[in-house]
């Protein structure tokens, strides 16, 4: 599902250069849930970022689901991560002025479909994350385990093959957590999605089919 | 993506109520202008229905005189008058000098109708002077003279206001009156005395006095010079005994005359310019403090599948949407103008108005909205989830 060969990302200012990841190779299997761990600013964001098609290495290859990475346009990595990929961020980023079910509708948005169709998938993503009765809310209504929940349905509404969840767990309490544990390692389990996701938590981190720590921009085991 | 972008703004209208209002008025203001302004461009660009270039006003000023008192003189001056060479003809006016004439009206009845119009009084050489088409009948001259009737010449307008699809020509009207009442000899097009901005009006002519004589209109050639002027003046002056004599081109009325509006033009356009400018600036201050603040959402788009194309187009979008809510609620007030037939314009002009209205604000709103919009597509998206 995954591969990276000696990916390397050095961010550039004037002034300073920071080496964020360094000769990391990595590969992941259709189904398989990896969790990368490592202190704060070691690179683990940037490593799903690259694996994610939001940014490019500055050096190495990238393969996800068979497809190489280079010279594609916006629009192409565009309709990719449309199709293939399903984001969750610690800060949740739901937009506030639209309503739960619209909020997961967005990634349908961007591709073609009726509202009648996105309908019916929100509602199906929503369902499966136990979220039917809170269609009509908005963000600001929820709680922060059930913020969390509506960004899963999000990322799930598309039907990617691969989730990223970049600490997904990180502002929420030991509960609120492990059910969106729960809700992933479903989602890995029941509906073979390849997840990889950052965590601080070697609890949650144990759940998981395998373990990646990184520090210093370096895969340490 | 229309109808998520109309629901995301219908829900978050109250943070963007400052900036509805703003697009409001300045709506209600554009569009006050326009319809002013188009109203008066309607008017311009109708047919003057005369011609006035080369002709010349010749006023007489006496504080003592009494009135009549030239009317011994008056043939005699108007022989002289044209047997210059310059001149083509000459007219004696009572009050119908274009670009600012004193302003008459009567009421004219025929039959049951009863029309308001203004009249001039004028002589037999007045059509040629001024250059005057008629479209029926002809101008009064020695044969309309009738002891019963007075001749008249009226315009289409008030025609068409009297008789319909009648003949004009013959009908009488007021036949009750005290003197002589009025007989239709001839129909002319337009007479816009006021200037290149007057409406068009109903009016009729009717023949100047025997003896009167206060004001001439003197049609010049082309090709005179300035000194002509002074000999006019002179052998006018010899003429008229202690009279003053002043003489005006119409060139020079007209101009005064639009300038009256061209003022008031620019003057209400610099104003609204103003105002939209600040109505503009504001928008782009709002605009960019909104991408600052919504960099988490556009690095989620982006995740999502948006490309840049979709992010400028989102912002833009947005702006758009609340122009259109204040569009809405502008044309809601600005529709009560046609309905409740305020200043008396065509209904026509309140909706050009609002038409044009429309699309300046919609332009306006898209150029300032672009700019912004365009960097934040241009954030990468990394970056912009790092941001938070
Ligand atoms: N856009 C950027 N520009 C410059 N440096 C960056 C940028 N993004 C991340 N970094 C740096 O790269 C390193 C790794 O960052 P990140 O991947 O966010 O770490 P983590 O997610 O593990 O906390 C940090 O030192 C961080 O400061
Ligand atoms: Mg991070």
């Not at chain 1, 346009?73 to 639209?98: E, M, T, V």
């Not at chain 2, 009317?71 to 003809?89: G, H, P």
């Not at chain 2, 337009?190 to 068009?200: E, L």
């Amino acid at each position: 599902m995954i591969n990276l060969q000696n990916i390397e990302k050095v961010y550039r200012t004037k002034t300073i250069e920071t080496v964020a990841l360094n000769n990391i190779n990595l590969s992941v299997e259709k189904g398989e849930f990896l969790s990368i761990m490592g202190p704060s600013g070691c690179g683990k964001s940037t490593l799903l970022n690259i694996i994610g098609l939001l940014d490019e290495p500055s050096e190495g290859q990238v393969q996800i689901a068979g497809s190489d990475f280079k010279k594609h346009s916006d629009k192409q990595l565009a309709a990719f991560r449309n199709q293939n990929i399903g984001f969750i961020f610690q800060s949740f980023h739901l937009i506030n002025d639209l309503s739960v079910i619209d909020n997961v509708e967005l990634p349908l948005i961007y591709r073609k479909s009726t509202a009648k169709q996105r309908r019916e998938l929100a509602a199906a993503a929503l369902e499966k994350v136990g979220l039917a009765n809170r269609m009509k809310h908005f963000p600001s209504q929820l709680s922060g385990g059930q913020k969390q929940r509506v960004a899963i349905a999000r990322a799930i509404v598309g039907r990617p093959a691969l989730i990223l969840a970049d600490e997904p767990t990180g502002n929420l309490d030991s509960v609120m957590g492990n059910e969106i544990m729960d809700i992933l390692l479903n989602l890995n389990q029941q509906d073979n999605a390849t997840v990889v996701m950052v965590t601080h938590d070697e609890n949650m981190a144990k759940r998981t089919n395998r373990l990646v720590r990184l520090f210093d921009g370096m895969q340490v085991q | 993506m229309i109808r998520q972008l109309f629901k995301l703004m219908w829900n978050s209208k109250r943070n963007h109520s400052l900036l509805i209002i703003e697009i409001f008025f300045s709506f209600l203001v554009l569009f006050g202008v326009m319809s002013f302004i188009i109203s008066q461009y309607a008017n311009y660009v109708e047919p003057m229905g005369f011609e006035g270039d080369n002709v010349w006003v010749v006023w007489f000023e006496n504080a003592n005189a009494e009135g009549g008192s030239l009317s011994k003189q008056k043939e005699n001056m108007l022989n002289r008058i044209e047997t210059f060479e310059e001149v083509d003809y000459v007219t004696v006016s009572e009050n119908a000098i274009p670009f600012g004439g004193t302003r008459n009206s009567q009421s004219l009845k025929k039959g049951e109708v009863e029309v308001w119009s203004r009249y001039f009084f004028g002589d037999a050489n007045y059509e040629e002077v001024l250059e005057i088409p008629l479209t029926e009948g002809k101008w009064f001259d020695k044969n309309t003279d009738d002891l019963k009737y007075e001749p008249v010449i009226i315009n289409q307008r008030l025609r068409e206001e009297l008789f319909g699809n009648e003949t004009a020509i013959g009908q009488i009207l007021n036949p009750e009156d005290q003197g002589r009442p009025k007989k239709v000899v001839g129909v002319i097009g337009n007479f816009r005395w006021g200037g290149d901005f007057h409406k068009q009006e109903n009016i009729y002519f009717a023949p100047v006095g025997k003896d009167r004589i206060s004001t001439l209109l003197v049609k010049v050639k082309p090709t005179v010079t300035a000194e002509f002027e002074g000999q006019l003046s002179k052998t006018i002056s010899g003429i008229a005994k202690g009279y003053q004599i002043e003489i005006e081109r119409l060139v020079d009325k007209r101009k005064t005359a639009n300038n009256l509006i061209y003022i008031p033009s620019i003057i209400l356009l610099t104003v609204c310019g103003f105002l939209i400018f600040n109505v503009i600036l504001g928008l782009f201050g709002i605009l960019w403090a909104n991408i600052n603040k919504r960099k988490g959402e556009i690095g989620t788009r982006r995740a999502m599948g948006a490309t840049q194309m979709l992010i400028a187009g989102q912002f833009v979008g947005e702006v758009m949407v609340i122009a259109t809510f204040a569009l809405i609620l502008g044309c809601f007030f600005a529709v009560q103008f046609p309905l409740m037939n305020v200043f008396g314009l065509a209904n026509a002009i309140y909706i050009k108005a609002i038409l044009v209205s429309i699309l300046v604000i919609y332009f306006l709103v898209g150029i300032c909205a672009f700019y912004p919009s365009w960097q934040a597509s241009k954030i990468h998206p990394a970056i912009a989830l790092h941001a938070d």
